[in-house]
C-alpha cells in the first residue's frame, strides 16, 4: 500500500478554474514538500514544510498556494490555472534533521490544462 | 541558473558493463547527495545517497564517489542489468530545502 497517498491520480482542468491536489503521508515524516515535474523542466522543487510550516518556497508565482491543516497533510491549491500548468506534481516527505533525509516521492498527480 | 549539473544527457551500456554518471554541484552549503531513478510513468524512487563526510557510499551494485573540493559526484551502476533502464537523477540540498535536480540521465542497457 503506498505511504504516500496523492489524490487524485489524473485531473483536466480548463483555464482560470481553481484545483486542490491533496496529499497526505502515513510515514511519520516532519517534512513534506511539493515538486513538478514536465518537459520544460525535469523535477522542479517549489515548497517545503516542516512541523506545518513553510521552510521554504521556490515558487514565483502567488498562484501556488500550499496548506497544511494537519502535519501529515499538505495540500496544493493552484489558482487562475494555465496551459504551463500542465506537469505531474509530486508530494514527498522525508524525517528531516536525520542521516536519511531524502525525500520519498507519492505516486503524482497529472494535471492537464486545457 | 542551473544549481545541479548532471551528465550525459543519455548513455547507453551493454548488459554487465559499469555504467558512470556524473554530476557536479555549485551551492557550497549543500549537504545532502541522493540519487534517484524513474521509470517511465512512475515517481521518482531513491536509490541511494551520500553526505559529504564521506567520499565513497556502497549500496549493492551501486557506488557514489564524492569529491567536496571538485563539488563534483558520481554513480557508477556496475554489472549493469536491462531492468536498470531508467532515467536517473542526480539532486543536492540541505535540511528543510528542498533538493535541486539534474536533469537527468536516460540509461539504456542492451542484453
Known amino acids: 500500500d503506498p505511504k504516500i497517498i496523492q489524490k487524485p491520480k489524473y485531473l483536466v482542468a480548463v483555464t482560470g478554474s481553481e484545483k486542490i491536489l491533496i496529499c497526505e503521508q502515513y510515514?511519520?515524516?516532519?517534512?513534506m514538500y511539493w515538486y513538478r515535474q514536465s518537459a520544460k523542466k525535469p523535477l522542479e522543487f517549489m515548497f517545503s514544510?516542516?512541523?506545518?510550516?513553510?521552510?521554504d518556497n521556490q515558487t514565483a508565482s502567488s498562484r501556488f498556494q500550499p496548506q497544511s491543516s494537519k502535519k501529515n497533510h499538505l495540500d496544493l491549491q493552484i489558482t487562475a490555472l494555465k496551459p504551463d500548468d500542465s506537469a505531474t506534481y509530486f508530494c514527498?516527505?522525508?524525517?528531516?534533521?536525520?542521516?536519511?533525509?531524502?525525500?520519498?516521492f507519492g505516486e503524482g498527480t497529472r494535471l492537464s490544462v486545457l | 541558473q542551473q544549481q545541479v549539473r548532471q551528465s550525459p544527457q543519455s548513455l547507453t551500456v551493454w548488459e554487465g558493463e559499469t555504467a558512470i554518471l556524473n554530476c557536479s554541484y555549485e551551492?557550497?552549503?549543500?549537504?545532502?547527495f541522493p540519487w534517484y531513478h524513474q521509470f517511465p510513468g512512475e515517481s521518482p524512487a531513491l536509490l541511494i545517497a551520500?553526505?559529504?563526510?564521506?567520499n565513497k557510499k556502497e549500496d549493492g551494485r551501486f557506488t557514489i564517489f564524492f569529491n567536496k573540493r571538485e563539488k563534483k559526484f558520481s554513480l557508477h551502476i556496475a554489472d549493469s542489468q536491462p531492468g536498470d533502464s531508467a532515467t536517473y537523477f542526480c539532486?543536492?540540498?540541505?535540511?528543510?530545502?528542498?533538493?535541486?535536480f539534474g536533469l537527468g540521465t536516460r540509461v539504456s542497457v542492451f542484453p
Open positions: 514527498a516527505s522525508s524525517q528531516a534533521g536525520t542521516a536519511n533525509q531524502a525525500p520519498l
Open positions: 539532486a543536492a540540498g540541505d535540511y528543510a530545502q528542498g533538493l535541486t
Open positions: 551551492d557550497s552549503t549543500f549537504d545532502y
Open positions: 510515514l511519520g515524516h516532519n517534512a
Open positions: 551520500i553526505r559529504p563526510v564521506s
Open positions: 514544510y516542516s512541523y506545518q510550516k513553510l521552510m
